[in-house]
């Protein structure tokens, strides 16, 4: 009987997800085939758009994104059709796909791009936050406005943002590490950048992209069905600069960092005052020593090093784990160590006409030696668009080579409002002991530190207006033996561009 009430429809191409992955490869395919009808099945009812896109270097590249109704998609490439739904089941075997509403699509290739959620600390507790989406964005502005405390768990993309975003708010941040933003930096820059956190906020801040947030027009109950399922796509680059982060203090700045521990209980307001233990005020220049907290708060953290604080949320910026369950569903997917979709050197899952891309697919290729995955928004674009050529070769019986752009890691962006260039084995990564590192450092202006490795240049991060990203891009790719150079590599008197030109 229900199957009477589904209208089966034929697709040839069908991509799930409205983020920059989905949409990505949602376009690419509607160029390749415009002819033919392109279904993008999304569960939100906004869509990620790429605009002002710019290649920076040969692989470095710099983009604003925009959330757009998905009528805009539609408009811009008439050959493809957004169905507004969630995926409710996959019939791998079958080669089709139930949505929310009821109805059926047979794919010929399908291409799952439903993104990851935030791996939170616990699960199901109200003063735990995670942010991912404009939505879950908004509920951490309305709370943070009637905050006084919070606490930031985590020590990745996030925490680093808000910890400098944060005005007006007491902020104490643990994380496992010694030092801060372990995900991005070592020890150096995270110095480095600490010098600018415990400073003042400059009062003007350099100009730079923003994401638009295009949501008028939009179908109000659309949105709040997104909500209620949690389905929204991922945020992006500088997504607090729409939001006024700003507590109920008038202060500017303060942050308390906790290094080396986790979190190890978490205590409601009753569950702490039968504990009759006490918690600790917040730690101050002035007052570092330990002081009983006679304050009451609406949730308690106790850390692995026995301190406890109180405070009014706790934002779990943990990482992410990939959107895979509902795919997995009598599904026999090789899934990565991560949780994600393991997808081989054509973005090809282990299931016949599957492809995934984004950050719900874990890279399971061997990949060149200066790249490495991480759920970012240029390599959700990347794999997005590589995905649709792969696809289109498969329907056209053509070889394909791997994208360029997988043989580099290179990311830009922005922490501290500094610009970050993070380049190949940025950290190291992978490389044993058998490396050396090169350093040049102006306190407040510009840290620059690259990798090396039999005298090739194997990774380098880049803070501040350097102008390095393009020359070291090169060498790094190059692989030029770079031993005879030694330390001049870095020698602010020499032009560096000119020397290798
Ligand atoms: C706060 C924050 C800040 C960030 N800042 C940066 C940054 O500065 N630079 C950077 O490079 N990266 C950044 N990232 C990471 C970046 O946003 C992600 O890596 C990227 O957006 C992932 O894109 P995606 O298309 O794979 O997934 P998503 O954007 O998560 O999109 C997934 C899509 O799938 C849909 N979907 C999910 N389940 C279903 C279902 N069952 N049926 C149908 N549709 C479904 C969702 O609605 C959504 O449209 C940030 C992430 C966050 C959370
Ligand atoms: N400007 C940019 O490029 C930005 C990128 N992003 C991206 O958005 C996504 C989400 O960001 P985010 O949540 O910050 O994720 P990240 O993966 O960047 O960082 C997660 C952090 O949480 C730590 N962590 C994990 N589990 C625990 C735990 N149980 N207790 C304490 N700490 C823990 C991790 O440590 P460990 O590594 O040791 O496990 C790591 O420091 C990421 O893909 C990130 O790259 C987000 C914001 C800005």
């Not at 990949?367 to 674009?381: E, F, G, I, N």
Request: glycine share 8%; hydrophobic share 35%; charged share 25%.
């Amino acid at each position: 009987k229900e199957a009477a009430h589904q209208r089966q429809t034929m697709g040839k191409f069908v991509v799930v997800g409205g983020g920059i992955a989905g949409v990505t490869c949602a376009e690419e395919l509607a160029v390749s085939f415009p002819s033919e009808e392109i279904l993008l099945i999304t569960a939100s009812p906004v869509i990620k758009a790429v605009t002002n896109f710019k290649q920076v270097s040969k692989i470095l590249e710099e983009f604003d994104v925009e959330e757009q109704p998905s009528t805009m998609l539609e408009s811009r490439f008439p050959n493809i059709k957004v169905i507004e739904s969630g995926l409710k089941q996959l019939k791998s075997k079958e080669h089709c796909i139930v949505t929310e509403d009821g109805n059926q699509h047979v794919y010929e290739k399908l291409c799952l791009c439903a993104g990851a959620k935030p791996k939170l600390i616990c699960e199901g507790n109200p003063y735990v936050l995670g942010i991912r989406d404009t939505d879950s964005a908004q509920e951490f502005q309305k709370q943070l406005t009637k905050a006084k405390r919070i606490m930031i768990i985590g020590n990745g993309g996030i925490a680093l943002e808000l910890v400098y975003e944060i005005e007006g708010c007491e902020v104490i941040w643990a994380i496992k590490d010694k030092a801060i933003g372990n995900t991005f930096f070592d020890a150096g820059a995270a110095e480095f950048l600490t010098s600018k956190l415990v400073s003042e906020k400059p009062e003007a801040k350099i100009p730079h992209k923003r994401t638009k947030y295009t949501t008028e027009g939009m179908k109000k109950e659309a949105r709040s069905k997104a909500k209620a399922d949690n389905v929204g796509s991922a945020l992006g680059p500088d997504w607090h600069e729409g939001l006024d982060l700003k507590g109920t203090e008038e202060f500017s700045h303060k942050v308390h960092i906790e290094p080396m521990c986790e979190v190890k209980k978490i205590y409601l307001q009753e569950e702490f005052r039968l504990l009759k233990k006490n918690s600790l005020t917040f730690p101050t220049n002035h007052n570092k020593s330990v002081t009983t907290d006679n304050e009451t708060w609406p949730v308690y953290v106790e850390l692995t090093n026995e301190k406890l604080y109180g405070c009014d949320f706790i934002v779990s910026a943990t990482g992410v784990t990939p959107n895979t369950e509902l795919f997995l569903h009598g599904n026999n997917f090789d899934v990565g160590e991560d949780g994600g979709l393991k997808v081989d050197d054509h973005m090809h899952t282990s299931l016949p006409d599957i492809y995934a891309a984004g950050d719900i697919c874990t890279a399971a290729w061997q990949p060149s030696p200066v790249w490495q995955q991480m759920r970012l928004w240029t390599q959700a674009r990347q794999m997005g668009w590589y995905a649709a050529k792969c696809m289109t070769a498969a329907r056209l019986g053509n070889c394909i080579d791997m994208d360029f752009s997988f043989e580099l890691f290179a990311h830009v962006t922005k922490f501290f409002n500094f610009k970050v260039v993070l380049l190949g084995k940025y950290n190291a990564q992978g490389l044993g002991s058998d490396h050396e590192l090169m350093l040049r450092c102006t306190k407040g202006q510009e840290y620059v530190k690259v990798v090396m490795q039999n005298g090739r240049m194997m990774g380098a991060v880049l803070i501040g207006e350097t102008d390095l990203e393009e020359t070291f891009e090169n060498l790094i790719l190059n692989q030029m033996d770079l031993s005879p150079y030694g330390e001049e590599l870095l020698d602010p008197n020499i032009d560096i561009e000119d020397y290798f030109d």
